[in-house]
């Protein structure tokens, strides 16, 4: 056809439609990766039957001529080098030339599915060989899988693995699709129940591979030639993988019921090596046949077990109507959804038949052993957490106690009389020079307990079953055990956690730090309130700031807090309570919780589960004794002091890992009250309230030196240099000095009238509180001592107002070095319960932070920070507040107007004041925003949502920042691409063209 009658607008749109016929008939690749359907399940069949020694006439293809293999086309016949060099396709060309021939699909036409196509038929000739077949695929989770039985095939000398190969999978029934024009090329295989169909996948590099006597092989199929005996096995496979091992080890038990219907093993579990590919079937007939026990199988639809009888003959149990039960298969633990005869099993399989009920969960099969024991002090103590062990029932409870005893390590003295098993004594884990037995002076022996009951019978009579607890308790007839709401979980993990403020005196024990602390009127961040409705006051610990937490103790419960809002992250129970103060310790990963009576609980500071309790120290006349002074860790332990005051005390050592008392001290006479004690390289010194300080000797507890002060003592000892400081109630700072176990005095300085303060020492100065006398009425005091000399460098008194401080000075400074300057933070018990603070060289005190008239009240609480400077404290309003650092000033945010001391209407709830309980059960609490009449920045955005506080700035600015923020987002928002519109426009424009043209020559 020329030009003239072939137009130009006929021209292009023939073109076009050329063109988008090309687009829409671009076949996909002929590599594209298969997919597994990865929800689809597998039953393996359980015969094949072999192939015919004949097949028939039709099922023979005629054999391609040897000119074809100049073609390109996929091949198995090992001269796969030179015909992936002419395939279209470079990935598959590309792949490592060690890989066999048929490591990787080729670009082809794909043939269509024939039966035996290309396939010289197995047939009886004189000259046959006997050799096996099998074809193992990958089930839904890519486990190997037999999806062809091996099977015996009788074929000539003159035939080759690819011939086979088709009649095996024609004899199968198994879908498959090749090449094999000149020769096998096996590219997929579906699964027997064509749920999965599996070919090249680039993702894993598997493929099927012909592996030959064991080994992969390094030729194709059609080069390959039986021999006899030949093994073949077609394996869905990457190269370099090996056939699944021969024979697999799993587990079976039978689990049966007693003649009181409670879960009894028939067969204990034990392991056994099953050829690869083995039905749940097979090992249930095996094991029943050895274990010798009588069964019934109904193999009508598959296999279906009936009954089983008891090992003694006395139960047959079979489907039971009333109860529902019946033999139920469970494989690793879960009632298997196929029949046994359809469970293939695998490497490490569990097979458990449990004559049970539908719905019901494998029995535990575990009893527990505890031991409580008692120190040489007659403490009660944990010697054996609960231990729990899978054992097979019927056992009883001696047995059972032997084993977890001697698997523990933990010597005994037990044997068998006449009327069974007796245990005489057990020593202790923390103490080998203790072992405990009877005892006439108290009555005290090992008492068996089951199920929490005293037993009436002995261990040997006592027969377990699932989920039994035995308890041996050291204790006298008619005692019960101990029990606490507190659950205790010895291995429990404690990671280290990153802490700003580990406990009393912060990280280092000194109460000095350098952080950007406010130096003047600061921000109120957020307060909460502590107390419970109708409550006076409330028993609250000091602040710990751990892990990015606010952790401390009210009464009961130990709290985390986040330090942002206030908000409850978290909580934990405490086995007693608190006094009236607490002095928390962080160590380890545990928060150190000293209880009222003296014993120490250890919790995880992650997980707040309780490792330990330890016991408790011992009380007068039913008058527990105060733990109020600082826990000291050190070495291993924790060391704790108390007092029942003006009467007696303690001091022990605790092992900081089991919580066991390693030793204690009781002082007649004087107890020890806020006695802060401080460890030394000659021993551990503590002074009790009558003013001695004593050395103990930290492994044995032996007081080895005493120096009396000459005055009453409730103020802890602190280190400086290479002296000891401490504080009598006189106002009298005096200096100890160490020779090897030796105490002296080197010197002392009065600094003011009254004074329990411990000091804080910064640059050969102590900073410390008290209060001295001024006309009828005493004032508070803060005075700097240089130490080198012993004077009072200055005494602050006052306020920059004029005014005095109002109160003695309780707590303990908290000494900042910010900016460069030396500033000194500290409370004043009475009202209002404010913070103050002063330059190390200032003589008059700055009021940092006043609470307002509804949280006003006295305060014994030392100021901690943070890193970032924010000041945390509580007062005796039942408040705990956050200061922020550097903020400017501010009244403090309403709480609506409380006048209780900061409780809300929550009737025995912990959260009161600015937080308000989440509702949705996760525990949570959000803080209120501060009222608008407060009118503060630094206030407001610290108690409201970041996206309350986002929008007072965005209003602020006046510019209108949100609308900015809004077109910002939208301009960096994914954009609809142009090129599509643009093809419509130009299509639009050369079909219209082509029908203006089209109209003018019609």
Sequence with gaps: M???????????LACALAIALAVAGTPARADAQLTIDAQSSYTSVDEVVPVATEAPDEAQPSVASDDAAEKSVPSDSGDASDQQADAPDDEASSKDDDAPAVSAPVEAAAPAQVANAGATPVSTQDETVSVTMAIIGRDANGRPESWSAATDYSVPTTS????????????????????TEYGLYLKTITSPDGARTLGYDEATGRYWQLFVNGAASSVGASDVHPAAGDTYVWYYSAFGDELPPATSSVTMSVIGRDADGRPESWVGEASHAVPTFSKASDLTESVLASSGLTSEIDRTWGFYLKSITSPDGARTLAYDEPTGRYWQLFVNGTLSDLGAGSVQLYEGDSVVWYYSAYGDSLPTNTASVTVIGRDALGNVETWLPETSRSVDFPTTADKLTVDILRDAGITADYGYGKFGFYLNSIT?????????????ATGRYWQLFVNGKSSDLG?????????????????AYGDSIPTSDVPINPGAAHPEVSHDWAGF??????????????????????????????????????????DGNVYQVVRDTLYVRDSATGAIKGSAPLAGTIGFVSRIQYADGLILVPLQGGSVQAITARGLETLWVSAQLPDVKGTLQQANSAVVVGDGCIYVNATVPGSFGSVACIDLASGHTRWRHDNEGAGYYWANMALSPAGLLS????????????????????????AACRAGIVRGGDAYYVVTEDGVLHRLVLSGARLSETGSVHFCDYSTGTPTIKDGRAYVGGAVRNGSKSVGALATIDLSSMTVVFTVTTLESGAFLPAEVKSTPLVSVTGGETWVYFTCNTEPGAVYGVPAAGSAAREIFVPDADHANYCMSSVVCDAAGNLYYTNDSGTLFKIASGASPAPAPSEGGNTDGGNTDNAGDDSVDDVDYDNSGSGSVAPRAASSNQGTKAADTAAAPATSAATTDAKKDGKGSESTSQTQDQAEAPSMPVWPFVGIGIGVVVLAGALVAMRKRG
């Design 2 to 12: 020329t030009s003239q009658n072939n137009p130009i607008w006929r021209r292009a």
């Design 160 to 179: 080759n693995a690819g011939d086979l190969t088709m009649s095996a999978l024609n004899a199968s029934n198994l879908t498959y699709d090749s090449v």
């Design 428 to 440: 202790s884990p923390f103490d080998p020079t203790w072992s405990p037995g009877y005892e006439e």
């Design 459 to 475: 261990a040997s009579s006592v027969q377990l079953g699932d989920g039994d607890s035995i308890v041996w308790y050291y204790a």
């Design 505 to 546: 005196k912060g990280n280092d024990g000194t109460g000095v730090v350098e952080r950007s602390t406010p130096k003047a009127a600061a921000a109120l961040a957020w307060q909460v309130g502590l107390k419970r409705e109708g409550e006076l006051f409330a028993n609250t610990s000091d602040v710990l700031l751990v």
């Design 687 to 710: 002074a009790s309230e009558k003013g001695a300080v004593q050395l103990f000797n930290i492994t044995s507890g032996l007081v080895l030196a005493s120096h009396d002060l000459g």
